[in-house]
């Protein structure tokens, strides 16, 4: 079945980095765009950025654009978050999420995400 495991959440201080990685399978990761979403308390869930099958677009949050880069790694089913002068209005559940057609369905999926906490 369809699995996103997210990782490389944790603490840092306000200008700190952090890499964020979410592992694949169950499907054919090389065929699909994947996004990184995000969800902070008490807020709704949006969408940070996402990245085609081929990685030949990619489109950021205005958030964080100029500080987050997306990447993927099609051989090794995985997808990547860099996250570089974080602000304490980053923190949130940062969760992957992939929409996958099986059959005649699409399903959308999310990993169980990973809490990323901005402050000193």
């Known amino acids: 079945q369809v699995r996103l495991v997210e990782s490389g959440g944790g603490l840092v201080p306000p200008g700190g980095s952090l890499r964020l990685s979410c592992l694949a399978s169950?499907?054919?990761?090389?065929?699909?765009?994947m996004s990184w979403y995000r969800q902070a308390p008490g807020k709704e869930r949006e969408e940070v950025a996402h990245?085609?099958?081929?990685?030949?677009?990619?489109r950021y949050a205005e958030s964080v654009k100029g500080r987050f880069t997306i990447s993927r790694d099609n051989a090794k089913s995985t997808l990547y978050l860099q996250m570089n002068s974080l602000e304490p209005e980053d923190t949130a559940v940062y969760y992957c999420?992939?929409?996958?057609?099986?059959?005649?369905?699409?399903?959308?999926?999310y990993g169980q995400g990973t809490q990323v906490t901005v402050s000193s």
């Open positions: 990245i085609t099958s081929a990685s030949d677009y990619i």
């Open positions: 999420h992939a929409l996958v057609q099986i059959d005649e369905t699409v399903t959308s999926y």
């Open positions: 169950g499907f054919t990761f090389s065929a699909y765009l």
